[in-house]
């Protein structure tokens, strides 16, 4: 490729890069498409106009356009990559399935990483802790360790082996203390064992670190109240209603402690509150 015709790729890249800070996306996006037809734009063009698809919502379209690429390229491992991690970030797991079985001999940690999430979200657990239990002998000092523990929890959880679900969970947390997600797993193997004082630590832990999730808050306030501290439980409320089901069942479970504590009037109040939310509970 002559120096002009490099010169112009550049450009039309610099072009289209200003129309997108003016938000003249649209004419980003033509500019983009004609890169497309030369060899030497052709990826970086690919990944720019993908990532715009995928900023407006146009996945399939983004999708698309990455297998067109790897029809022509489909020893561009690093596209590779990208369109798996891609696939799972959307949550689309069977294509995601598809998509890494047909690209089986790009192998490293990311990959492999990948490989065990798809099979955990697509049911296949077995695969998925062969898969995971490798990694973790292959790949001793890698980052993502905290991340495959972490679904080894979760695999040992749904088959209620709980003390190795604990195990893992617990190594998790010793490479990554400040993971909320981690600590909300340790709070529901804990409420499976029916230890309800450790799981209220852990939803503590969980919620300090990200106060934000409603369902945090519901499973929180479900181990109060289990505990019998139904103060606490009352007072977290104010934070933690909304118009879910999940909201209406939580009302109806404070109901059910002081019915059963003979105090029906507040036992009632809670009762209508619940079916405000939710008529059919």
């Known amino acids: 490729m002559g120096i002009t015709e490099t010169l112009n790729i550049e450009a039309n890249f610099k072009k289209a ?134 679904y080894i929890s979760k695999i040992y959880l749904l088959n209620n082996q709980f003390e190795d679900a604990l195990k893992a969970i617990k190594n998790s947390l010793r490479l990554s203390p400040n993971n909320a997600e981690i600590y909300k797993i340790e709070a529901e193997i804990y409420f499976k064992k029916e230890m309800y004082h450790h799981a209220n630590e852990s939803i503590r832990s969980a919620l300090k670190l990200n ?14 109240v289990l505990l019998d501290e139904i103060n606490k439980a009352e007072e977290k409320l104010s934070n933690a209603m909304d118009d879910s089901d999940s909201s209406a069942e939580i009302l109806h479970l404070i109901g059910n402690w002081h019915l059963k504590n003979k105090d029906v009037p507040i036992a009632n109040k809670y009762f209508e509150k619940a079916k405000g939310i939710n008529p059919n509970i």
Do not use: C
């Open 17 to 150: 890069s200003a129309l997108l800070n003016e938000g003249n996306q649209l004419a980003a996006v033509q500019i983009y498409k004609k890169l497309l037809s030369q060899k030497e734009a052709e990826r970086n063009a690919t990944i720019k106009l993908a990532d715009l698809y995928d900023l407006s919502g146009n996945t399939k379209s983004a999708i698309e356009l990455f297998n067109s690429y790897l029809n022509r390229n489909n020893e561009d491992t690093e596209v590779i990559k990208l369109v798996s991690y891609y696939l799972v970030r959307n949550s689309l797991f069977d294509e995601a399935s598809k998509f890494i079985d047909k690209y089986e001999s790009v192998k490293d940690e990311n990959m492999d990483f990948l490989r065990g999430v798809v099979h955990f979200h697509t049911s296949e657990l077995r695969k998925a802790i062969s898969i995971f239990n490798r990694f973790i002998k292959d790949y001793k000092s890698s980052e993502l360790t905290p991340s495959v523990l972490y």
């Open 211 to 224: 106060p934000s999730v409603i369902a945090w808050r519901h499973f929180q306030i479900k181990i109060l």
